[in-house]
């Protein structure tokens, strides 16, 4: 049963656009929510994360929107560049009994075309 | 401030034969956490260490087993290895209690 899911799997997208990457949970027992970057070869980086709180939070060209009702959330990446080209994973980190784990979705694979 | 680090970057084993991984926190974390990384299954949570205790562990058999260190740095053994073992494990850490999660650029491990 994957608790996370991650969509879309792969991304295209030109230099200057916005990509969006979307994720959905089943478990209210997540209490954070955490996006990864990671570059083939590399350990997954952490990009921006939000608690179940907070509806969105901006940190430069990176937004996460989050609907708890919907139980929903989101990765706004604006202005993309080269750069960014990376498969970007969400998670959510469980609370009570199963407290600190991360479970992962799937992942993307953005790539931004110059 | 360094990173977390693990060794080594690339272990090549055979069947049956046991695996040991490393990973040394971020200065000041005490806690860390053991990933697996395999191609088609995305990341998979194995163990969770903290204090010197395993906390949580994952949905992985007994022969995937480690420990923590009273420096905090820690080891992942996989004992008995089978080809689906091969994977990219990935150690992160937090600070106690934390929510933040780092990882380490991951140990490559075969199975042949």
């Known amino acids: 049963q994957q608790q996370v899911k991650q969509s879309p799997q792969s991304l295209i997208v030109q230099k200057g656009g916005i990509s969006i990457i979307n994720c959905a949970y089943e478990n209210t027992a997540f209490d954070y929510f955490p996006w990864y970057q990671q570059f083939p070869g590399k350990g997954p980086a952490l990009l921006i994360a939000i608690r179940p709180d907070v509806s969105e939070k901006k940190e430069g060209r990176f937004t996460i929107s989050f609907n708890k009702s919907a139980k929903q959330f989101s990765l706004h990446i604006m202005d993309s560049q080269p750069g960014d080209s990376a498969t970007y994973f969400c998670?959510?980190?469980?609370?009570?009994?199963?407290?600190?784990?991360?479970?992962f979705g799937q992942g993307t694979i953005l790539t931004v075309h110059p | 401030e360094a990173g977390v680090t693990q060794s080594p970057t690339h272990l090549i084993k055979t069947r049956g034969q046991q695996a040991t991984l490393r990973c040394s926190p971020i200065s000041g974390h005490t806690s860390v956490y053991w990933y697996q990384q395999a191609l088609g299954l995305g990341l998979q949570f194995l163990l969770w260490y903290d204090e010197g205790e395993e906390r949580n562990r994952g949905n992985f058999p007994p022969r995937f087993s480690g420990r923590q260190f009273p420096n905090y740095s820690s080891e992942l053994n996989v004992n008995a290895l089978e080809l689906e073992d091969s994977a990219l494990y990935l150690c992160a850490s937090s600070s106690r209690l934390g929510y933040e999660q780092f990882f380490g650029p991951g140990t490559r491990l075969t199975v042949l």
């Open positions: 998670a959510a980190r469980w609370g009570g009994t199963s407290y600190g784990k991360l479970t």
